[in-house]
């Protein structure tokens, strides 16, 4: 008879020293309430779910004021930010009342904010959503697209790096 072994979840910081040993992208997701206000940050926990239909999911924390307009008006852009677009990121990383202050945007079909020179946009439509832990798991179905031909702003290990 084989005894049952119980394994416990890892702490917290561990799973970020794991996950920070994952280079990647830096997105800003960007929407607009049903009011017009728009509403951004930055993230990396985005990934291409599937090609048919056209997917991409983000993991949004439950405590993100960008959260409530994103379930609200079902729709979204992913914007990949290029290797100059730290101060960018920065600046949707922080808390403060209007991000989109001091940042070159323009609308895109689906009337999101979509963060000029980036090196690439999406834009999509909230097609579903699940709950896991302190996130909530956004589905959208991209409508829209585009790429640049630049560099990609990359974070690693707790820093931005150069590929």
Known sequence: ?????????????ALRAFAGSFASGIVVLTTRDT??????????????LCV??????????KTA?????VLESKVFALNILAE???????????????????IDTHDGVLGVPLIDGALGHA?????DT??????????????????EDSA??????GKYAKI
């Open 1 to 13: 008879m084989s005894e049952e072994k119980s394994h416990q979840p890892i702490e917290g910081s």
């Open 35 to 48: 009011a017009g206000t728009a509403f951004g940050l930055t993230m990396n926990a985005v990934s291409s």
């Open 52 to 61: 048919e239909p056209p997917q991409f999911l983000a993991c949004i924390a």
């Open 65 to 69: 004021a960008t959260l409530g307009p």
């Open 84 to 102: 100059n677009q730290e101060s960018i990121s920065n600046t949707f990383a922080s808390k403060g009342d209007d991000k989109f202050a001091n």
């Open 123 to 127: 834009e999509f439509r909230l097609v």
């Open 130 to 147: 699940h709950e896991s832990g302190d996130h909530v798991i956004v589905i959208g179905e991209a409508v829209s697209s585009s790429v």
């Open 152 to 157: 990609p702003l990359v974070y690693f290990r």
